[in-house]
Nanobody, 123 residues
Framework: QVQLAESGGGLVQAGGSLRLSCVAS????????MGWFRQAPGKDREFVAAILRSGFTTYYADSVKGRFTISRDNAKNTVYLQMNSLKPEDTAIYYC????????????????WGQGTQVTVSS
């Protein structure tokens, strides 16, 4: 059963913007926080951003700070990742994840994962 569903990926030029969405359902609705991770070809999965259920506390990787914004609309069961000033090094598959326990920066702290959406940034 699908509990997290990402959308919004695509191909953009460097400097462009994309907005990713993640709709939660089922058990994932109980997550105390939601996160975004990404994985580029040949590289390990990397933390991008996380947000607590209240929406008032957020965490960002240094590589995206100031360019990406994570937000959520609990009434819509949706988490967003607004990505501005995109760079070729942002190219990756982006995954939405529901937090379980542990460090917000560690993917193993998350118990639910979406299928991923491809983001490609051309030079």
């Amino acid at each position: 059963q699908v509990q997290l569903a990402e959308s919004g990926g695509g191909l953009v030029q460097a400097g462009g913007s994309l907005r990713l969405s993640c709709v939660a359902s089922g058990r994932a609705l109980n997550s105390a926080a939601m996160g975004w991770f990404r994985q580029a070809p040949g590289k390990d999965r990397e933390f991008v951003a996380a947000i607590l259920r209240s929406g008032f506390t957020t965490y960002y990787a240094d590589s995206v700070k100031g360019r990406f914004t994570i937000s959520r609309d609990n009434a819509k069961n949706t988490v967003y990742l607004q990505m501005n000033s995109l760079k070729p090094e942002d190219t990756a598959i982006y995954y939405c994840a529901g937090y379980a326990s542990g460090s917000f920066y560690n993917g193993r702290s998350y118990g639910y994962w979406g299928q991923g959406t491809q983001v490609t940034v051309s030079s």
